[in-house]
């Protein structure tokens, strides 16, 4: 399972230096996501909906261990 959140942070950040794989994977998240939408907006709509539910997750994850 790849974790958005590690995405979003290598789109947003120059400092992040990402390894190959983890680009492949998260260019295949962003084909499959922007999949039928018609403009970037929806797509960077979704972006943020994925990574406010992994963040959410996390912290959700963290209280039940």
């Given at each position: ?16 230096d ?16 922007g999949?039928g ?19 959410d ?6 209280r039940?261990?």
């Open positions: 399972c790849l974790d958005f959140s590690d995405c979003f942070k290598a789109w947003s950040s120059k400092d992040i990402a390894d190959h794989m983890q680009v492949h994977k998260c260019n295949t998240m962003m084909r499959q996501i999949l939408k018609s403009n970037m907006t929806e797509v960077t709509h979704l972006e943020n909906i994925a990574y406010r539910i992994a963040e997750f996390k912290a959700i994850y963290k039940i261990e």
